[in-house]
Structure formats: C-alpha cells, structure tokens
C-alpha cells in the first residue's frame, strides 16, 4: 500500500480527549476497555418506574465545573458541556499552543443524534407548568443541534468553519471523514472532530417503545441478544496535517487513510448487508487498502438482532476468507450505545488499539450467534498487531459510514 497524497498534507491523530461511562480522559477509558469493564448502570437522570427497562449508559463522574467556568455553565446543554470538556482533553493531550493562526485554521466538526434535546426537555417541563421565570425564555437557543459545534468553537475562539452532523449514530465518522477531507485539501491545518449527545428521556422512551433496549447488558453477537442499551457522552480527536505534527514535534497516534459512506436507500430502521458493504468498499479504495492489510475492525455491533447479523454478513461479503483473519470487536458491549458520540468513541479506540498493539473485547459474549460469522474477541481483550484499522458505524434512514486508519510507522 502507497500513500499517493503529498506528505506534507497526510492527515494525523495527534490528541484523544474523552468524556464517558468508562472513565474521564482516554487512559482511564482504555484501561477499563482492556479490562472488560462495563459502564453500564441504574438510570439516574430520571425515575425510570413507569418503564420495564432501568438501565443505561450514564457518565455519573462528570464534572463540568472542572472544565467549564461557573458563569458560562449557565447557557450550555450537557451535549455542549461534555464536547467542550473532550475537546479541552483533546487540545491538552495534543499540546496544541493556540496561536492566532492555529484558530483561523482550525475547524471544528461534530455529530450529534438529538443535539441538546436535554435541554428541550427542561424547556418543556417548566413550560408545562407556566413557571418561565425558573426557566429564562432565551435557553429556547440552547437545544438546536448546531449549538454544540458554536459553543466549543466560542470556547476557543476558533475562527475557522464549524459543522454539526446529524447522521445519527454514524455521525461521529462523518466528523471525522469531513476533517480528512479539510486538512488534506489543504482548507485547514486543523480539526477537532468527534461527536456528542447527552442522556435523553425521550430518546429512551423511543427506544423502549421499538422494544429495542435490553434489559441490563449489550450483548453484541451474541445468540440471546436483546437490544441495545441507550448510553451518553463526548469522545473528540485533535487532527491535523503530517506536516504540522512534525514541525510541533506532535505525538501522533494515527494516520487517517480515508473514508466511505453510502445510504441503504430503503428502510429507515432495519440495516442493509448492501449498503454496509458499500461503506466498508468505498473506504478501502479511498485508503487503498487491500483486504489482506486490515489488522482490526472497531464494529457498529449495537446488540440489535438486525444490525449485528447484517454487519456480520457484510464484512463477510467484502473480507471473504480474509474475515476468519480479522478480529471484530465492539465496545458498546461496555459504554452502550452514546448515538452521536458512538462512532467517534470507537474511532478513538481504533487510535489506541494501533498505539498500544491490543484491541478490546466484545464483553457479555455467553453464546455466539453462529449467523454472525466473525472473531468478535469474546468477553478479554488480546495483544495484536494493528497496523491498518477499520471503524464501522451504521445509523437510522441507512446511512453508513467506515473510516480507516494506519500506524504512522507501518
């Protein structure tokens, strides 16, 4: 494999910032990924005694005075605290200095599933109960979802453009695709891309009613799967070109090779093995990758009896007897499913998995699904070489998106 892109313009990983159920700053969060640990617990962020499920994936150590100052804590959803807190983690793992010209050319891309829905929810509890001067009437402005995006950009006055993406839970690699395409192009020297999305009742409320939520655990790939459980948090990436990192003297994690995307084009609800396929496709000829070179994949692996079958049938459709070669792993079995932050989580553990030569386990694995014909790295964690890893992320309306990255020094 030829990396055919100017040197200078290669896009790298140089800082991991995380905010999740697994542990604050990505040391924390990668030790308890190898360890097997689940983040999952009792619901808390409101009473759950009117459904049958009660669990959830909650960041229940989270701080955001420690982050954020007290006076503008008041005009941020928890979406915007948890990002702004990660990408403070982010900047400081990456020893960025901000200069004027590092914030004119830095971007700021973010996925989100429901934006800062949190804060609607407020809105409407205090509305109900005609009780405005509880609740000013100018928060209106917190919840859209391209507050999250403004708020870390105003955080660091950070100059450049500023996305959000709404591709739900496959958001978090379109960020991610998205600062590939600004660095390489040369539009940016930097991005801080990833995704957020805090604990919603409505979000589960929705997903109870699909009869999708499991009752304790996540149990991706395995026979006696039941659901997913619905979880929160922010995880970002510091990215920026090769040339940069080097002239900083950066530590850089990875190398981003490229990205695909695709839309099913038929359900809204239920995966495609086709359009899972076209993504995984699409990002190795943007990486120019061969089969026989991918070390890892980081799956959507969700816990739905749908997505883990069709996922599994997919990478069996492009990888075809390379796939007994690859393990597959999904760490939603631990965290649970955080929507907009999902993919940008797994991104991170991809990072990881190529600097620290291991991939995590697919915990809660008693039984495999004889369907979901891969080695999904059942219930401990394993030394590996990776030097090429792949992330899948598959979300509602059938959009897909895979993105690839390599160990600088393969």
Not at 139 to 150: C, Q
Not at 261 to 288: F, H, Q, W
Request: aromatic share 8%; net charge positive.
């Amino acid at each position: 494999m030829k990396n055919t892109i100017d040197d200078k313009r290669r896009v790298v990983v140089t800082g991991l910032g995380v905010i999740s159920s697994l542990g604050i700053g990505w040391e924390e969060f990668w030790k308890n990924l190898m360890a097997g640990k689940s983040g999952i617990s009792k619901i808390t962020a409101f009473d759950t005694s009117q459904y049958d499920r009660h669990y959830g994936g909650e960041v229940k150590n989270f701080d955001a005075k420690k982050f954020i100052s007290k006076h503008k804590l008041k005009t941020l959803g928890r979406a915007s605290q948890m990002a702004i807190a990660a990408a403070k983690l982010a900047l400081k793992d990456g020893k960025l200095k901000f200069t004027d010209r590092a914030r004119e050319k830095m971007a700021v891309c973010v996925g989100t599933t429901t934006g800062e829905i949190g804060s609607l929810e407020k809105f409407n509890k205090y509305s109900s109960r005609n009780v405005r001067e509880q609740f000013r009437m100018n928060t209106i402005s917190f919840f859209s979802a391209n507050s999250i995006s403004s708020n870390i950009a105003r955080e660091f006055k950070i100059m450049g453009p500023n996305f959000v993406f709404g591709t739900a839970c496959s958001s978090g690699n379109y960020a991610v695709g998205k600062a590939y395409d600004l660095i390489r192009t040369g539009k940016q020297d930097y991005v801080l891309a990833g995704g957020a999305d805090g604990f919603s009742r409505i979000v589960f409320t929705g997903f109870c009613r699909t009869y999708a939520v499991a009752p304790e655990k996540c149990q991706p790939f395995d026979k006696n799967r039941k659901g997913i459980i619905p979880a929160e948090g922010s995880g970002m990436l510091l990215l920026e070109s090769l040339g940069s990192a080097k002239a900083r003297k950066a530590k850089i994690y990875a190398e981003v090779l490229g990205a695909g995307y695709s839309c099913d084009a038929k359900n809204m609800t239920e995966p495609s093995p086709d359009g899972i396929a076209e993504a995984i496709r699409k990002s190795l000829v943007s990486a120019k990758v061969r089969l026989n070179e991918v070390d890892y994949i980081s799956a959507h692996g969700t816990g739905t009896k749908e997505n883990d079958q069709a996922e599994a049938e997919a990478i069996n459709r492009v990888f075809g007897k390379e796939t007994k070669n690859i393990p597959v792993s999904s760490i939603k079995s631990m965290l649970g499913h955080t929507m907009g932050a999902a993919a940008a989580f797994e991104t991170i553990a991809c990072c990881l998995a190529i600097e620290k030569q291991e991939i995590p386990p697919t915990i809660n694995l008693d039984k495999k699904d004889l369907d979901c014909d891969i080695d999904c790295v059942p219930n401990n964690g394993r030394k590996h070489q990776v030097r090429i890893a792949l992330n899948n992320s598959q979300a509602f309306g059938g959009n897909n998106a895979s993105t690839i990255l390599k160990s600088i020094n393969a």
